[in-house]
């Protein structure tokens, strides 16, 4: 069965800190980790995809297999990026329509 | 950018009643889901729907719910006959063939009397 475990229900952190939002996943083959994000009443958005490699709003998230992980982090964070955000895993692997499993969420508060 | 939508926002009905929610996969997208999020807890998969049949559905998607894509352009959610605990925020989502993302509606708010 596949699990994905944000341990943090809520983290808070000061405006041009660096933000870690933690992901932990249980996979028995080769996952595909999403990370969505959703701002004050509006649509989940995908933020980033592991096999994208990129940065996306400062953003960066690396797949570590060995840690089975796939932490967020922004060196410095901004206001606009108070969010709830949200780490999936998606079984699909080159074919077929894969549900999303999803974690139960981070609500991140950046103060002023 | 084209965008999922889902109506309507909310809908409240009574215990025993059917339920239609409805959506409007991006246009061209090939896979459609349906998720749900219970008010506090973690959004769930319900089911996954390609080339006019279902793909994949989790053990939440008893025989109280169906889906169908009646046209081109809609795919809806039924459920039968609805019960408290089926109060949820209902969300859409559809994606392109190939490797993409899935894109996300705005959701449906259930609420059941």
């Known amino acids: 069965a596949q699990r994905v475990t944000q341990p943090e229900k809520l983290l808070s952190v000061f405006k041009g800190a660096p933000v870690e939002l933690k992901c932990n996943y249980s996979?028995?083959?080769?996952?595909?980790l999403f990370w969505y994000v959703q701002y004050s009443r509006q649509r989940l958005q995908l933020l980033l995809r592991?096999?994208s490699r990129e940065s996306i709003k400062g953003f960066t998230a690396d797949l570590n297999k060995g840690e089975t992980s796939f932490h967020l982090k922004k060196p410095f964070a901004q206001e606009e990026d108070s969010a709830m955000y949200y780490c999936?895993?998606?079984?699909?692997?080159?074919?077929?329509?894969?549900?999303?499993?999803f974690g139960k969420g981070t609500h991140l508060i950046i103060q002023p | 950018e084209p965008e999922v939508t889902q109506t309507p926002s909310h809908q409240v009905t009574q215990m025993g009643q059917e339920v239609i929610l409805r959506c409007v996969p991006i246009?061209?997208?090939?896979?459609f889901y349906w998720y749900r999020q219970i008010l506090g807890q973690k959004v769930e998969f319900l089911v996954s729907f390609y080339n006019n049949e279902i793909s994949e559905k989790s053990e939440i998607f008893d025989d109280q719910f169906s889906v169908e894509r009646p046209d081109g352009s809609n795919f809806t959610l039924k459920i039968r006959s609805t019960k408290l605990e089926d109060s949820a925020m209902y969300f859409c989502?559809?994606?392109?063939?190939?490797?993409?993302?899935?894109?996300f509606g705005d959701g449906t708010r259930l609420s059941i009397l």
């Open positions: 999936a895993l998606s079984g699909y692997s080159g074919g077929g329509a894969d549900g999303l499993t």
């Open positions: 246009s061209n997208h090939l896979y």
């Open positions: 996979y028995s083959g080769s996952p595909e």
């Open positions: 592991h096999i």
């Open positions: 989502a559809s994606r392109d063939f190939g490797n993409q993302p899935q894109h």
